[in-house]
């Protein structure tokens, strides 16, 4: 189910929430518009942290693996370039979450006044989570089409049951892909912390619904959580 990182492109039309488009042509067409537009803020001039004596990779994340995209509104015609990179949590994970890592807002005309709500309301989060969904092995095999979706075993499922309980996972087959669709529903829909939520779901304490989400995790089902942040 899953791809080598380097094949999986960081941004996609069918990652964008509904109003958003990529613009065509677009504003910005090779890797080297990238480059440019990170020499002009001066990223270029960075000086990245080496490996500490304990192997500690402190620049790990650094920015030079880092891509511009634009994205435009349909409606005002707002177009936003979006700086995406992987992040990487621990050293074995072998494709990092993508976040987005600098936004360069540009009203439909030059000149036009910044307007604050269109900035506030910028889906960031929205498209940080479809693109992650996609990186992952669930999210590249397990779009629903006509409301139902085969499992690895072979059953198949329908996007109705996977807000149902979860079950026993040495009972229920396609257990952890199931728990990964679970969670990604909830994501979708808003869901402050979607781990607790499927604790109650499945009525169970929200420390076994955290297990079966790091399992999943560790399956390669879903993009590795974040610190500081629930569910």
Same mark, same amino acid.
């Given at each position: 189910m899953s791809q080598d990182v380097e094949d999986v492109p960081l941004l996609v039309p069918e990652d964008l929430p509904a109003g958003w488009v990529l613009p065509d042509p677009p504003v910005i067409d090779t890797a080297a518009d990238s480059v440019a537009i990170d020499a002009a803020l001066k990223y270029d001039k960075l000086i990245y942290p080496t490996p500490g004596p304990d192997g500690e990779l402190s620049g790990y994340n650094d920015g030079r693996d880092g891509r511009w995209f634009p994205i435009e509104h349909v409606q005002s015609y707002t177009r936003v370039l979006l700086r995406l990179q992987r992040q990487y949590l621990m050293h074995?994970?072998?494709?990092?979450?993508?976040?987005?890592?600098?936004?360069?807002?540009?009203?439909?005309?030059?000149? &036009?006044?910044?307007?604050? +709500?269109?900035? #506030?309301?910028?889906?960031? =989060? %929205?498209?940080e989570a479809a693109i992650n969904r996609r990186q992952f092995a669930v999210t590249g095999a397990t779009r629903f089409e006509g409301g139902t979706l085969t499992m690895p075993s072979g059953r198949v499922m329908r996007s109705e049951d996977v807000m149902k309980p979860l079950g026993n996972p040495k009972r229920t087959a396609d257990f952890y892909e199931v728990v990964a669709l679970q969670h990604t529903r909830l994501?979708? &829909?808003?869901?402050?912390? +979607?781990?607790? #939520?499927?604790?109650?779901? =499945? %009525?169970?304490?929200l420390s076994t619904a955290q297990g079966w989400v790091a399992r999943a995790r560790r399956k390669g089902l879903l993009p590795p959580g974040r610190r500081g942040r629930a569910g």
């Open positions: 074995q994970e072998p494709m990092g979450e993508v976040r987005i890592t600098g936004i360069v807002y540009l009203p439909g005309q030059a000149g &036009d006044p910044v307007a604050s +709500p269109m900035l #506030r309301n910028l889906p960031t =989060s %929205r498209i994501v979708d &829909d808003g869901e402050p912390n +979607p781990t607790a #939520r499927m604790a109650e779901i =499945s %009525r169970v304490p």
